[in-house]
Nanobody, 116 residues
Framework: QVQLVESGGGLVQAGGSLRLSCAVS????????MCWYRQAPGKQRELVAR???????NYADSVKGRFTIFRENAKNTVYLQMNSLKPEDTAAYYC??????????WGQGTQVTVSS
């Protein structure tokens, strides 16, 4: 099994920055990719950023150039650095692990609120 624990959310003014962390534990060797999703009230959950075990990275168009996903293998942690935040970035952010031959693992979520 894989366990994920997010941290780092909060309230920030537009134009500000936040860094989200996702601590990963358990069967880390079985993970194909790590992702960050977000879900705003009344909207579907959307993929924000993804990094594969081989280091390939993808971003949603809405965050390209502002958000950066990266990992620190020694700490088994994946991060989402969010710069130039906008009110439309307000959402609950979830860490996700795509696990080989098993269902994805999800974190509990962390709230990000960007005030205008």
């Amino acid at each position: 099994q894989v366990q994920l624990v997010e941290s780092g959310g909060g309230l920030v003014q537009a134009g500000g920055s936040l860094r989200l962390s996702c601590a990963v534990s358990g069967s880390i060797f079985s993970i194909n990719a790590m992702c960050w999703y977000r879900q705003a009230p009344g909207k579907q959950r959307e993929l924000v950023a993804r990094i594969t075990s081989g280091g390939r990275i993808n971003y949603a168009d809405s965050v390209k150039g502002r958000f950066t996903i990266f990992r620190e293998n020694a700490k088994n942690t994946v991060y989402l650095q969010m710069n130039s935040l906008k009110p439309e970035d307000t959402a609950a952010y979830y860490c996700n692990a795509e696990i080989r031959a098993r269902a994805d693992a999800w974190g509990q979520g962390t709230q990000v609120t960007v005030s205008s």
